[in-house]
């Protein structure tokens, strides 16, 4: 990942947004920001995030590479939509945000403790192993996120819940054990081999062709 | 060549005529230019009344002088003009024909009332029913009677005539006129009008009345004319964008969110308000006021084009609030950048330099009230400092943009219209030129300008008898 960085790094030589540009969704649409602040006035997690989306397409403009990318702010949005409603320039605000979110991942600089962050990572996991969500075993490591200790405490107190919902036959206890999977197990992780490979490869080749 | 409508008198007799459509600053100005140059013109108006938007404005930026003057101005060169026919409430129903050489035709509504009017009123003091008066563009008028405004008929016979309570507050009432009414006190041609409204009524009787010089004509109907004309200025302005559409902002729900033409008819000291500075909801000093630029425009959601005027008006409208209070008024103006150009610059340095007008570079994302107050509060994030706000606001005006009067498919005839509507310089337009708003969103000096630049065309194929020069003026 770091090594991933480096390269970067080295390939863009401080000009970041040229690098967002090329390398995040629709990064493309960075510079067209005008910076009215509608956003970031607009942004329901407003009064939580470090930087909100204004002040973060000013700060890649400027180069603050290891800020924008250490952000907690991508990580904070809710896909509400909001920013994208009012834009007055029809930036997609929310799909930026996110795509700022995963290249953070990918160069291995996004905030390790970020909530939302470890829930995607679990899920993903999740996800990967039996190409279904496992909501039991996903649920279960949620309350072990922060620690043994506080993941029992968690699951003591749900447990009426838990058991509600096995009586009603809304949650199988067994699903602990295996659970359902996708039918061609093996042909679903080909797959995501695949895909890792050619976006590997999209990124291994450098900026867009034409992209000057 | 006979005269082109009986009884109007000047334009017809030797040469091409110009017809003129829109009779505010800028078709006004065209007429007048191009009649003082030696033609035969015709401006034709929509309302029973010439001037347009202007008439609705109390003060010009940046002299801060009053639109009244230059109106006055305009209207004694009209009676000193021959050759200028002026038709008011008429419109324009379709053009045939080619450059040089086209057949326009003018339907006319029936005023009700002929030239033998005085304008004593005394038709209004007979006739009892009211109507709310669009002159004041809906100010006081909450959301649901706004939509309804144009169609209003339910409140018809009100007949109570309350004297509108001066020097009460209270929740501001929409501005009412009598049935039988001079659009405002300036009106030009200075004569009276029956609303539609009330032919057929006991009131267009009482009216007919009361009239002491058989001015009142129940009789008349509408009428269609054909006027040959040489060329065409098309200058037919701007209407402001619908506000309600600015969903964050409130306007329509929120009372105390008004826009820049409603705050200029509050201004108006024969306005709604007697002049006074109020916030509509409980009729209280509006002491505290938020400008919010770009309201509608700069906007790919709503306009995308620059309003143009909106930060002069804004500027403008900031120095009201000193006007009125002294130094308790106090403004603050949200934007994204302030344009003002050229000479406007200077404007822009003075009101800059008092201490009662913030300035606060930030777009306002919503809007909303304090159900106590009914303060309008604004929330956004400042892009100086990138520091959140919930700032209270006594009232709050909505620099609004300007969009084409006419547009789509509502044109009488063909013409090249750009993406935002405004019509382009185009020689597929033929002898059609637009002059001021109908080209761009304009203030009132560059429409002079545009209206000036418009009639010479038209002059040019009115001398040449057709489109002079057209294959040799495109490059």
């Known amino acids: 990942m770091s090594e991933n960085n480096n390269e970067m790094i080295e390939r863009y030589r401080g000009n970041f947004l040229r690098e967002v540009e090329d390398n995040v969704e629709e990064g493309e649409w960075v510079k067209m920001c005008m910076q009215c602040g509608v956003c970031s006035g607009s942004c329901p997690l407003g009064p939580h995030w470090d930087f909100g989306p204004q002040t973060l397409f000013m700060m890649i403009r400027a180069g603050k590479r290891d800020e924008v990318l250490a952000a907690e702010g991508p990580w904070m949005c809710t896909s509400c939509y909001n920013c994208i409603v009012r834009c007055p320039r029809e930036l997609p605000i929310t799909h930026i945000m996110h795509g700022l979110a995963h290249y953070a991942v990918r160069m291995g600089l996004a905030p390790k403790n970020q909530p939302t962050r470890k829930f995607s990572d679990l899920f993903w996991k999740n996800l990967k192993a039996d190409g279904r969500v496992n909501e039991l075993r996903l649920g279960i490591s949620l309350y072990f996120m922060h620690g043994f200790v506080d993941g029992i405490k968690t699951a003591l107190k749900k447990a009426p819940l838990g058991l509600g919902m096995v009586r009603t036959k809304r949650m199988n206890p067994m699903e602990f054990f295996g659970g359902h999977k996708v039918r061609d197990r093996k042909g679903f992780h080909r797959m995501l081999e695949k895909a890792e490979e050619i976006e590997s490869a999209r990124i291994e080749k450098g900026p867009r062709p034409g992209a000057e | 060549m006979p005269e082109p409508v009986p009884g109007i008198e000047g334009a017809g007799t030797d040469q091409g005529v110009i017809l003129v459509v829109g009779g505010g600053i800028s078709g006004i100005t065209a007429a007048l230019e191009a009649t003082e140059a030696g033609k035969d013109v015709i401006l034709i108006e929509k309302r029973p009344f010439i001037g347009g938007r202007i008439t609705q404005l109390y003060k010009y930026f940046p002299k801060l002088c009053h639109p009244v003057c230059g ?27 080619t450059a040089g050489d086209y057949t326009a035709s003018v339907r006319i509504a029936p005023r009700y009332v002929n030239d033998r009017c005085t304008a004593c009123g005394a038709c209004a003091e007979a006739v009892q029913a009211e109507f709310n008066d669009e002159f004041h563009d809906g100010l006081g008028l909450t959301s649901a009677d706004r939509s309804h405004a144009a169609s209003d008929d339910s409140s018809g016979d009100s007949s109570g005539a309350d004297p509108s309570g001066d020097s009460s507050t209270g929740p501001l009432k929409p501005a009412r006129r009598k049935g039988a009414y001079l659009p405002y006190p300036m ?55 619908d ?69 002069m008006v804004s500027l403008k409208q900031s120095t009201y609030t000193r006007e009125r209070y002294g130094d308790e008024g106090e403004a603050t103006i949200y934007y994204i950048d302030i344009r003002a150009i050229d000479r406007l610059e200077d404007f822009y340095r003075k009101i800059k330099s008092d201490p009662k007008v913030r300035f606060i570079k ?26 959140r706000y919930s700032n209270p606001h006594d009232l709050v005006v909505l620099a609004i943009g300007m969009q084409p009067s006419v547009g ?58 057709t489109m002079p020069g057209l294959e040799s003026r495109r490059d």
């Open chain 2, 187 to 241: 009106a030009w041609p200075e004569r009276f009008v029956l609303d539609p409204r009330i032919i057929g009524t006991e009131d267009a009787r009482r009216a007919f009345d009361a009239c002491r010089y058989g001015a009142i004509d129940l009789d008349m109907t509408e009428e269609t004319v054909e006027l040959k004309v040489a060329a065409v200025i098309w200058a037919t302005g701007w209407k402001p964008y």
């Open chain 2, 362 to 387: 930030s777009k306002v994302a919503n809007i909303t009230a304090d159900p106590r107050s009914g303060d309008p509060i604004l929330h956004g994030v400042d892009t100086e400092g990138y520091r």
């Open chain 2, 243 to 311: 506000a309600a559409k600015i969903q964050p902002y409130g306007y329509g729900r929120i009372p105390n969110v008004i826009t820049s033409l409603e705050l200029e008819r509050m201004m108006d000291p024969l306005g709604p308000t007697g002049g006074k500075l109020v916030r509509p909801s409980d009729g209280l000093p509006a002491r505290n006021v938020a400008f919010i630029q770009c309201a509608g425009s700069r906007d790919r959601n709503h306009l995308r084009h620059c309003s143009r005027i909106c930060c």
């Open chain 2, 71 to 97: 109106l006055e101005i305009n209207q004694r060169r009209i009676k000193a003009s021959p050759r200028l026919s002026v038709l008011t409430m008429a419109s324009l129903e379709s053009l045939r024909g």
């Open chain 2, 408 to 465: 789509g498919d509502d044109f009488p005839f063909e013409v090249v219209v750009n993406r935002d509507g405004f019509i382009e310089p185009d020689p597929r337009n033929g002898a059609i030129f637009a002059a001021g708003c109908a080209t761009d969103a304009l203030d009132v000096n560059r429409s002079v300008q545009s209206a000036t630049a418009a009639a010479l065309r038209a002059v040019q194929v009115v001398n040449a008898g």
